[in-house]
Nanobody, 123 residues
Framework: VQLQASGGGLVQAGGSLKLSCAAS??????MAWFRRAPGRERDFVAA???????FYADSVKGRFTISRDSAKNMMYLQMNSLRPEDTAVYYC????????????????????WGQGTQVTVSS
């Protein structure tokens, strides 16, 4: 199983980026994005489970949209209205279980991780 994240970069505050995660090897029950900002723990960003239910961190709700293309085994994170505090390394994660709101936010429920892609938002 491999997860490959891409799409990060440098953007000005208020701008947009779209991250992609290519998954290979199997089909997952839940896929998610986490991020690690400098000096912080890795935090939950968004998740989408089979069937289309999505979960978002409060800090990104209304600005970020997670989506999946099951046919291509791809996951995306459309990030709009970016803020300097969104600067982080973004990781895609996948798990076999179809998670609920409380567990989808916990990284220990994801068994597979991508390598991370840097997003930098300048003020």
């Amino acid at each position: 199983v491999q997860l490959q994240a891409s799409g990060g970069g440098l953007v000005q505050a208020g701008g947009s980026l779209k991250l992609s995660c290519a998954a290979s090897g199997r089909t997952f029950g839940t896929m998610a994005w986490f991020r690690r900002a400098p000096g912080r723990e890795r935090d939950f960003v968004a998740a989408r489970r089979s069937g289309g239910i999505t979960f978002y961190a409060d800090s990104v709700k209304g600005r970020f949209t997670i989506s999946r293309d099951s046919a291509k085994n791809m996951m995306y994170l459309q990030m709009n209205s970016l803020r300097p505090e969104d600067t982080a390394v973004y990781y895609c994660a996948a798990g076999m279980d179809v998670l609920i709101a409380s567990t989808a936010r916990r990284e220990d429920f994801y068994g597979y991780w991508g390598q991370g892609t840097q997003v930098t938002v300048s003020s």
